[in-house]
């Protein structure tokens, strides 16, 4: 097994052979190697993990220190209550520097800790939110000892609902990811015999928050779809228009799949089917899957997933689950983990943007600064995508998760929090040169004094796609904040 140190050293000789500055590539052969092999994949989780169990020796992970938000001298929740951000800060509790977030135009209404939505563990992940057919707005917030249910009221106040445990007979496990599907919500984990589970959101229209629910994993849930080579996937990817869902870097590696794109039907949610899968280019560590419509003519109407594979951007043909083809498969400078993206327009598919999760950590590229980098591409010709640019954060800190929402992109940094960038002059200026931050919300004080740090702590995930503007930020150590951009 070669050691972290070497995997490091290895590659960043292979990326300093291609003395090309700040764009696309053609995959090193070798570099694929590596990847392929997994070697990148277990040094990136085994550095998480080694902060994870920092934390938990140091009790950061106890989530009950961290008090859910209440308006003094209110008892209950204020209408009227929020938390302004004024001259770059939100000062919850004066006085008190763990309550206190350096922000940009982005207010605090609510928090609620990982123990007061009802987990014994704590240590969140994943998030996402789902709209009733009146409008009333609820989230899913991942844990590693499952997934809290609540509802963001018109107040912006986060109201804990229940709760969906973790699968009977899989463990604990902070990787647990959740997207929506029309009515549903799907949950995938990396916990062994988890499988893929969904759930009927509309069960929470009766809930009652006087008494919160744990919903049984057998009883309460739509289906439970158990054809992953060993139940765990480390990611979920919905085609709601196409009616299916993606299981992304379900290991091992040496499956049929080889870890890449397991398509699920699921037309009938209460029996998802298997539909096929795409293993060309191997893990798939993240995907959005649409309907293309974009400039090129030749795939207009086909069926497009944009693949974020380890050391490469990939962008397959899946029209035919049986038998997919890539189109294209492009690294660039600095590839050092290609983690997620999201195409800035769906309905106008010309560019994406791009994060990758180890290049502040190998401080290659534009990321040498260990600064967060958004990469923009060019995919106006799917077969030949080009990095056109970036954006260099001012914070120090890791890119993770990020949304484009009408031409801003709302990213989930770790510990330098809630980012907010307008990409709205990308079609005119794709070098990405116009492109500002536009608002931020660092939820994470614990390393202001630092200046910052480039681990893995604070902010895993955020849901910004609801119509009331509140933006639903989920934390590893403290629990959820709701958000909203200031007006």
């Not at 991942?142 to 969906?164: C, N």
């Not at 916990?191 to 629910?213: E, R």
């Not at 869902?245 to 009938?268: H, K």
Request: glycine share 10%; charged share 15%; aromatic share 10%.
């Amino acid at each position: 097994m070669r050691t972290p140190q070497l995997v490091a050293v290895a590659l960043s000789a292979l990326l300093a052979q291609n003395g090309v500055s700040a764009k696309e590539m053609v995959p090193d052969a070798a570099t694929s190697a590596l990847y392929d092999s997994g070697v990148i994949h277990e040094r990136l989780m085994a550095k998480k993990h080694a902060t994870w169990d920092r934390q938990r020796a140091s009790g950061a992970m106890n989530s009950s220190q961290y008090q859910s938000y209440r308006q003094p001298g209110a008892g209950e929740f204020s209408a009227q209550a929020f938390v302004p951000c004024t001259n770059g800060v939100a000062t919850v509790v004066a006085g008190n520097a763990m309550q206190t977030f350096k922000c940009k135009n982005i207010d605090y209404y609510d928090f609620v800790s990982h123990a007061n939505l009802g987990s014994r563990t704590g240590e969140g992940s994943s998030s996402w939110g789902w709209t009733s057919p009146t409008g009333r707005e609820f989230v899913v917030i991942a844990q590693a000892d499952g997934a809290a249910f609540a509802e963001i009221t018109s107040a912006g106040k986060l109201v804990y609902l229940g709760r969906l445990p973790q699968a009977s007979g899989a463990a604990t496990s902070i990787w647990r990811e959740i997207r929506g599907y029309k009515n549903y919500i799907v949950i995938g984990s990396e916990a062994v015999n988890h499988g893929i589970q969904v759930f009927d959101m509309s069960k929470l229209l009766t809930a009652n928050p006087a008494s919160p629910t744990t919903y049984s994993v057998t009883a309460d849930v739509t289906s439970v779809w158990n054809g992953l080579p060993n139940g765990r996937t480390h990611n979920v990817v919905i085609n709601e228009e196409k009616n299916y869902a993606v299981a992304v870097g379900a290991q091992p590696r040496t499956s049929t799949c080889r870890s890449g794109l397991i398509f699920i039907d699921l037309v009938d949610p209460k029996n998802p089917k298997t539909l096929g899968c795409a293993a060309g280019d191997g893990y798939v560590h993240d995907a959005q899957c649409l309907v293309y419509r974009g400039p090129d003519t030749r795939y207009v109407g086909r069926d497009i997933c944009y693949g974020y594979n380890e050391d490469t951007l990939t962008i397959y043909d899946v029209t035919n689950k049986n038998s997919t083809t890539i189109i294209s498969r492009t690294s660039y400078t600095g590839a050092s983990y290609t983690h997620q993206g999201w195409v800035t327009d769906p309905m106008n598919q010309q560019f994406l943007v791009l994060d990758d999760e180890l290049d502040e950590e190998n401080r290659v590229g534009p990321a040498a600064q260990g600064r967060p980098i958004t990469y923009f591409w060019d995919i106006r010709t799917l077969t030949a995508p080009r990095q056109t640019g970036y954006f260099r954060s001012s914070a120090t800190g890791i890119d993770h998760n990020q949304f484009v929402v009408d031409g801003f992109t709302y990213q989930s940094n770790y510990g330098s929090g809630l980012r907010v960038l307008d990409l709205r002059s990308l079609p005119t200026t794709p070098t990405g040169a116009s492109v500002t931050e536009a608002a931020f919300f660092d939820v994470y004080p614990e390393d202001d004094a630092q200046g910052g740090v480039v681990d893995f702590v604070g902010t895993w995930s955020h849901y910004p796609f609801f119509k009331s503007g509140y933006i639903l930020v989920n934390t590893i150590e403290r629990g959820a904040f709701v958000l909203k951009r200031t007006t």
